[in-house]
Protein backbone atom coordinates (compact mmCIF):
# COMPACT_ATOMS: atom_id res chain seq x y z
CA UNK A 1 0.00 0.00 0.00
CA UNK A 2 1.26 3.65 -1.00
CA UNK A 3 1.60 6.04 2.29
CA UNK A 4 0.17 8.96 1.06
CA UNK A 5 -0.71 12.47 2.92
CA UNK A 6 -4.07 14.90 1.96
CA UNK A 7 -7.17 14.28 0.50
CA UNK A 8 -7.86 10.36 -0.24
CA UNK A 9 -11.27 8.72 -0.57
CA UNK A 10 -12.14 4.90 -0.94
CA UNK A 11 -14.81 3.39 -3.33
CA UNK A 12 -15.05 -0.44 -4.12
CA UNK A 13 -11.82 -1.93 -5.41
CA UNK A 14 -10.06 1.48 -6.02
CA UNK A 15 -8.17 3.79 -3.82
CA UNK A 16 -8.14 7.52 -5.13
CA UNK A 17 -4.99 10.22 -4.10
CA UNK A 18 -5.73 13.06 -6.16
CA UNK A 19 -3.41 11.82 -9.84
CA UNK A 20 -2.89 8.26 -8.12
CA UNK A 21 -5.29 5.28 -9.17
CA UNK A 22 -4.97 1.77 -7.67
CA UNK A 23 -7.34 -0.84 -9.29
CA UNK A 24 -8.23 -4.41 -7.64
CA UNK A 25 -8.07 -6.96 -10.89
CA UNK A 26 -10.89 -8.36 -11.34
CA UNK A 27 -11.61 -12.21 -11.96
CA UNK A 28 -14.52 -14.58 -12.73
CA UNK A 29 -15.35 -17.76 -12.18
CA UNK A 30 -15.22 -20.13 -15.20
CA UNK A 31 -16.96 -23.09 -15.96
CA UNK A 32 -14.85 -25.32 -18.26
CA UNK A 33 -14.37 -28.88 -19.96
CA UNK A 34 -17.30 -29.07 -21.06
CA UNK A 35 -18.97 -31.12 -24.03
CA UNK A 36 -22.23 -29.68 -25.96
CA UNK A 37 -23.98 -31.08 -28.95
CA UNK A 38 -28.08 -31.69 -29.55
CA UNK A 39 -30.32 -30.07 -27.11
CA UNK A 40 -28.07 -27.63 -24.48
CA UNK A 41 -29.25 -25.96 -22.05
CA UNK A 42 -26.47 -23.36 -20.26
CA UNK A 43 -27.25 -22.07 -16.65
CA UNK A 44 -26.51 -18.46 -16.37
CA UNK A 45 -26.51 -18.21 -12.91
CA UNK A 46 -23.46 -20.44 -12.16
CA UNK A 47 -20.73 -18.46 -14.08
CA UNK A 48 -20.46 -15.54 -16.44
CA UNK A 49 -17.29 -17.20 -18.31
CA UNK A 50 -17.70 -20.49 -19.63
CA UNK A 51 -15.94 -22.62 -21.94
CA UNK A 52 -16.64 -26.00 -23.91
CA UNK A 53 -16.15 -27.89 -27.07
CA UNK A 54 -18.89 -28.89 -29.87
CA UNK A 55 -18.61 -32.55 -30.80
CA UNK A 56 -22.07 -32.54 -32.26
CA UNK A 57 -24.74 -30.45 -34.05
CA UNK A 58 -26.47 -28.35 -31.44
CA UNK A 59 -30.09 -28.27 -32.37
CA UNK A 60 -31.58 -26.40 -29.24
CA UNK A 61 -29.36 -23.94 -27.29
CA UNK A 62 -31.18 -22.18 -24.34
CA UNK A 63 -29.85 -19.43 -22.14
CA UNK A 64 -31.46 -19.70 -18.38
CA UNK A 65 -31.26 -17.79 -15.36
CA UNK A 66 -29.72 -14.97 -17.21
CA UNK A 67 -29.47 -11.16 -14.94
CA UNK A 68 -30.74 -8.25 -16.25
CA UNK A 69 -27.51 -6.29 -17.77
CA UNK A 70 -25.50 -9.61 -17.08
CA UNK A 71 -22.62 -10.27 -19.38
CA UNK A 72 -21.43 -13.57 -20.33
CA UNK A 73 -18.75 -14.67 -22.54
CA UNK A 74 -18.18 -18.21 -23.98
CA UNK A 75 -14.91 -19.51 -25.44
CA UNK A 76 -16.41 -22.57 -27.94
CA UNK A 77 -14.37 -25.10 -29.50
CA UNK A 78 -15.87 -26.60 -32.90
CA UNK A 79 -14.14 -29.86 -33.24
CA UNK A 80 -15.22 -30.51 -36.43
CA UNK A 81 -17.63 -28.54 -38.84
CA UNK A 82 -20.68 -28.48 -36.24
CA UNK A 83 -23.33 -26.14 -36.25
CA UNK A 84 -25.58 -24.07 -33.98
CA UNK A 85 -29.50 -24.00 -35.10
CA UNK A 86 -30.14 -20.14 -35.02
CA UNK A 87 -33.70 -20.73 -34.83
CA UNK A 88 -33.27 -22.59 -31.76
CA UNK A 89 -31.69 -20.56 -29.48
CA UNK A 90 -33.58 -18.48 -26.68
CA UNK A 91 -33.46 -16.78 -23.34
CA UNK A 92 -35.62 -18.58 -21.23
CA UNK A 93 -37.38 -20.83 -23.82
CA UNK A 94 -39.23 -17.72 -24.92
CA UNK A 95 -38.36 -17.35 -28.86
CA UNK A 96 -36.93 -14.38 -30.85
CA UNK A 97 -35.26 -13.29 -27.42
CA UNK A 98 -31.47 -13.44 -28.69
CA UNK A 99 -30.23 -11.66 -31.35
CA UNK A 100 -26.55 -12.11 -33.24
CA UNK A 101 -25.36 -10.00 -36.28
CA UNK A 102 -27.02 -11.64 -39.51
CA UNK A 103 -29.66 -13.76 -37.41
CA UNK A 104 -27.16 -16.62 -37.59
CA UNK A 105 -24.58 -18.16 -35.60
CA UNK A 106 -21.56 -19.61 -37.49
CA UNK A 107 -19.01 -21.02 -35.03
CA UNK A 108 -15.22 -21.49 -36.76
CA UNK A 109 -14.86 -25.03 -38.20
CA UNK A 110 -11.95 -26.76 -36.25
CA UNK A 111 -10.97 -23.49 -34.71
CA UNK A 112 -12.22 -21.03 -31.93
CA UNK A 113 -14.65 -18.88 -31.59
CA UNK A 114 -15.61 -16.33 -28.71
CA UNK A 115 -19.14 -15.20 -28.12
CA UNK A 116 -20.29 -12.52 -25.86
CA UNK A 117 -23.82 -12.24 -24.44
CA UNK A 118 -25.45 -9.39 -22.93
CA UNK A 119 -28.88 -8.90 -21.65
CA UNK A 120 -30.42 -5.86 -21.79
CA UNK A 121 -34.53 -5.52 -21.55
CA UNK A 122 -35.18 -9.03 -21.21
CA UNK A 123 -33.17 -9.26 -24.54
CA UNK A 124 -29.86 -11.54 -25.23
CA UNK A 125 -27.82 -9.38 -27.55
CA UNK A 126 -24.63 -12.01 -28.80
CA UNK A 127 -21.82 -11.60 -30.21
CA UNK A 128 -19.68 -13.55 -32.53
CA UNK A 129 -15.94 -13.26 -32.77
CA UNK A 130 -14.39 -16.10 -35.61
CA UNK A 131 -11.33 -17.55 -35.84
CA UNK A 132 -9.19 -17.43 -33.15
CA UNK A 133 -5.72 -19.33 -33.85
CA UNK A 134 -2.65 -19.83 -31.55
CA UNK A 135 0.49 -17.79 -31.19
Same mark, same amino acid.
Given at each position: ?5 G !?????S *? %? ?7 ? @?????Y ?5 ? &????A???? #?? &?????? /? %? $???N $? &???Q @?D ?5 GE?? @? ?8 ? $?????? &???G???T? /? ?8 T ?5 ? *? !? #???I?G ?7 L? /???L
Open positions: MYNCS !RTSLH *Y %TTHHDGVHI @FKNITSTSTGN &TASGVTVD #LS &THPVYE /F %T $ING $I &TSL @FNAKEGYI @FIVYNSGSYT $ITSSGV &TLGVSGV /FAKGGSLNPNSGYTK *Y !R #LVINKGWLDEEN /FQA
